[in-house]
């Protein structure tokens, strides 16, 4: 008989999160019941609330989970990058291969659990997108102050076109069965969009 190992709290709260997401981006976050999530995992449904006291509570720590890998992966950019836009472009398309990767982010960026079921969780997500456009409107108004982008262009507003240039296709992606590379539509769309900056 095989011995199961014993795990760390930590450990298996990880364990936990990490199938949250598989199972949203395989059957969606408003299918996924706590006992699909035991299953899993492979263990016992009592064993998941040891360690979330409810539901809300593993959304909330898959959220803190997302937010940790998309910060690591495209708020640091490749540091060769001087200048603004470059940091900017690096950045979009990292994101866009962050989601390309992690395809429950779409699904849950869009699901009932977060826009009517889970305040934390929704507000979680809001933090992140209102401090990625922080990072976007600095990058630009730098190009605007260095004569790159025109000088009648609002940094703040440009900040949310690029916003919406990457939430609209990531759910293009999603509602197309994931049926085209996320990060190069994303290239493509993008480098339109800056020439539109352009002077």
Request: aromatic share 8%; with cysteine; charged share 30%.
């Amino acid at each position: 008989m095989k011995k199961r190992i014993r795990k760390s709290t930590e450990e298996r709260k990880n364990e936990i999160v990490a199938a949250a997401l598989k199972l949203a981006g395989d059957i969606g976050p408003d299918r996924m019941t706590t006992e699909a999530l035991a299953r899993e995992v492979g263990i016992s449904h009592a064993c998941v609330f040891r360690h979330f006291k409810n539901k809300g509570a593993i959304w909330k720590a898959v959220g803190e989970y997302i937010g940790k890998l998309l910060a690591v992966k495209t708020i640091f950019p490749d540091r060769s990058l001087n200048r603004p836009v470059d940091r900017l472009r690096d950045s979009v398309i990292a994101h866009l291969t962050f989601i390309e990767a992690t395809p429950a982010i779409p699904a849950i960026l869009f699901s009932r659990e977060l826009h009517s079921e889970n305040d934390k969780l929704r507000a979680f997500f809001e933090g992140l997108i209102t401090s990625r456009h922080q990072y976007f409107s600095d990058l630009i108004a730098a190009e605007i102050g260095a004569g790159r982008f025109r000088s009648d262009i609002d940094p703040e507003d440009a900040a949310y076109l690029i916003l919406c240039l990457v939430q609209g296709l990531a759910m293009r992606w999603s509602l197309n069965a994931r049926g085209f590379h996320l990060a190069d539509e994303g290239r493509r769309l993008l480098d339109l969009q800056l020439d539109g900056f352009k002077p």
